[in-house]
């Protein structure tokens, strides 16, 4: 055993954990994040996996990867390029080796680059790391598979079953290299297959083997590195992806409002993991219905709203366009609902996996008729929890369909989720129909906010009939007069823009920046790095964010005026810029659009916004 | 639960135009209910768009009067949130069977216990006499002035196609045969399609007129009811018996026919396919059958989704939100 290997102390590493679909790299990728988290770190990680089901196996499209990016200070986002790049076979490394930093390690499973697995991967000679330049001193070469082999050779298990315990060899070897206690990983996988103790202690073994290869052999690597942990903020911790937190944050409004929780949906990448998550938790009293398309998804969810549920519709791409019709009906209705919408790429089918800000102007006017709906965006994987419940709250309490924005980035990401308490959560009052109206009240009566009052089917004395043609006023039947059309209209818009929001909060050099960065919903962590590396650089700038889009925080117009320069910064073509235009006088902003279905890159936003700080 | 009377069902004046057979209809639907029994504040009556569509406009219910073509949806979440709920949808050949078509057949095929009134009057009476999925081949509409080129929908094999357990037919001027049907609708755990024949006196008028009126409905209608042998006619001297593969019309008493070879009507028959043959005769070598043709048990879907939710609660560990959060994996930080 060498003594000579250091121990640098980092603030922040990346990890891209890439091989076949099916070979656990989001496992090892989670696994690695909880133990950095445990040690105080702050992660956010990204999964990035194909569209196909199962291409061929060691095919170049059949790649899949987790990143995880663990930091001593906040860290906003799972990173640009990546500092350890795990590959797990050939396919792998050709296709994620451009996201690995000049100066990354590479760890390859030499097992997995042979002939045959070459020749998937499309490499034209038997030497990878030349054909792709890649320097031999970056890269760790272990005979991966057949040292799993070895150390579980006495299990009796089948080689089938040894080799998907290949992962967390590669785990091993990580954590040996960022100084990991892989007792934490131990203690994990100990819970996780409580049910199967031989499967832990497989999978344990295999950890402790990749651990000791890095250890003994010291690999190619000349340094060992520890990841500091500063600002931590104490507590009980999980890790969970946007879709989880927005599912959880529903549950938590649901039981916050006293209601039953509803979904109707209908299967749709990346929103699917919502019902999915919803589904289990029928011990909670949660209903989900499959429905048998988009539209009857969001319609039934109107059905359930009427009979007095929290009901939630869940989507995705294409789905929106089929949900307008029933949201508008909840519109006209007054009812309480709301439609999670996990931006991808588009138009169309588009590209179902990967993540866009397209849907922005849809979903703000994408309706027949004037249909005003308030829009939130959730800024990342662990908001989603809050965002799902001010969403759920805002609808029950103004009686009124709310869109809530994700994007797929969001919600497949992951963040460091601290444990929320519902009992500091604020509490959620629909507007019942109070007792004392009872013989008088008719269905379109507002309350004080300008909300039309709930009463929900089985309570007597409230019969009532709603419906998609424009009521009267006072008596709430059919109504074509145009004063009447007019004077609803008018209520209904004047209903969601009276909803109060927090202010637009502004950081960075909030008094005397050259350029105000804006931005909405899930490129918050990119905006954020963006500005603090600029600052870095002795630049003055701000980053203002928005999470609120309709109605609009009161003082978004004196925000966005206060500055020389504001650039808008989105993944479309400037929807958000379009709608601040049209809302804020005189406002003409810079813009910064990028609709490749990737997360934006911080390195390519701070060059961009140089360029504009300097003209 | 009170006694009620159609007036405690009632609400406002109906606008359809004068002679539809919507009025007819409302009057059975106030009377079934009250007899049926179950309160007003408690019933929810739930339409698309069409002129039958304004129904819940004339119900002291609950209600609403919604968008084209999704009523089967929206009343699935309505049933499914508020299972307490006695559920009734009401829509139009075009609203059920074309716009709304998809949410018909899978709300058939799941079962939920809601009762569907489909008014067929095989035209588009709200836009103005365009022809409908259930209008006839060659049938000459504003849309279609040259006669149509498509073959009908005949909701019973739509119903049938789609695992339908319960299918009813009456026609919208017979009171006392609506009233029947839609007492065993609700009766019916699961959807339960009732199909009233009803005439548009304005855009396709005589559609159904060989069963409108109660003399022809005596020469050209058989009333099934389960048990009882198939006879019909003026005299009931005719009945159906089984032939090969299909149905025939025989009368009593010649040919050595005598009522024992008189088929009798088993609405409860798992097997469908001679319900099914009933519900498409038609004339002029067959009686239009009105009744309960079938009408089999099967779990519902709003009974089984709350039977799992209760199940689920008393396995898992968890029934708070707070509780939820343990069981993940967590780590502390100090």
Known sequence: MKEDVSVKHIDDVVVLFSGDSGDGMQLAGNIFSTVSATLGNSISTFPNYPADIRAPQGSLTGVSGFK?????????????????????????????????????????????????????????TDDPLGEMGIDHDRVIICHMTQMVKDCLADTGMDVKSMLKCRNMFALGLVCWLYSRDIQIAFNFLHEKFAKKPEIAEANIRVIQAGYDFGHNTHSSAANVYYIDAHNKQSGRYMDITGNKATAYGFIAAAEKAGLKLYLGSYPITPATDVLHELAKHKSLGVTTVQCEDE???????????F?????????????????????NLAVIMELPLVVLDVQRGGPATGLPTKSEQTDLLQVLFGRNGESPMPVLAATSPTDCFDAAYEASKMALEH??????????????????????????????RPPYVPEELRGTWTPYQRNAEGSRYWAIPGREGFTHILGGLEKDNLTGAISTDPENHDLMTRLRQQKVD???????????????????????GGTFGHLREAMQTLRQQGYKVAHAHFKYINPLPKNTAEVLKKYPKVVVAEQ???????????????????????????????????????????? | MAEHTAQDYKKGQPRWCPGCGDHFFLGAFHKALAEIGVEPHDTAVISGIGCSSRLPHYMATYGMNTIHGRAAAIATGCKVANPHLSVWQISGDGDGLAIGGNHFIHANRRNIDINIVLLNNRIYGLTKGQYSPTSPRGFVSKSSPYGTVEDPFRPAELCFGARGRFFARAVATDAQGCIDILKAAHAHKGTAVCEILQNCVIFNNGTHDSVYSKPERAKHAIYVEHGKPLVFGENNEFGLVQEGFGLKVVKIGENGITEKDILVHDAHCQDNTLQLKLALMEGPDFPIALGVIRDVEAPTYDEAVAEQIDQIAHKKPYHNFAELLETNDTWEIK
Request: net charge negative; charged share 15%.
């Open chain 1, 307 to 327: 009979a007095g549920a929290l009901a939630v519709t869940s989507t995705s791409g294409p789905g929106i366009c089929l949900k307008s019709e029933a949201m």
């Open chain 1, 498 to 520: 009276k909803i109060p929001v927090p202010d637009l909060h502004v950081a960075g050099d909030v008094n005397d920046a050259d350029l105000l960065i804006v931005g909405f």
């Open chain 1, 399 to 428: 009686m009124t369909p709310v869109v809530l924005l994700t994007d797929a980035f969001v919600a497949n990401g992951s963040g460091a989720f601290r444990l929320p308490d519902l009992n500091e959560y604020p509490a959620i």
């Open chain 1, 572 to 615: 479309n073509m400037g929807q958000l810029a379009a709608f601040l235009r049209m809302k804020v006088d005189g406002f003409v902003p810079q813009q910064f659009n990028q609709v490749k279905g990737q997360p934006f890159v911080v390195n390519e936003l701070v060059t961009a916004f140089q360029n504009l700080l300097n003209a």
């Open chain 1, 68 to 124: 995880v990016h663990v930091s001593a200070d906040q860290s906003y986002t799972p990173g640009d390029q990546c500092d350890v790049l795990v590959a797990m076979n050939a396919a792998a490394l050709k296709t994620q080796y451009k996201q690995a930093k000049p100066n990354a390690t590479i760890i390859i499973d030499a097992d997995a680059f042979q002939a045959k697995d070459l020749e998937k991967a499309e490499f034209k």
């Open chain 1, 295 to 305: 539209i009857a998804g969001c319609a039934s969810s109107v059905g359930a709203a």
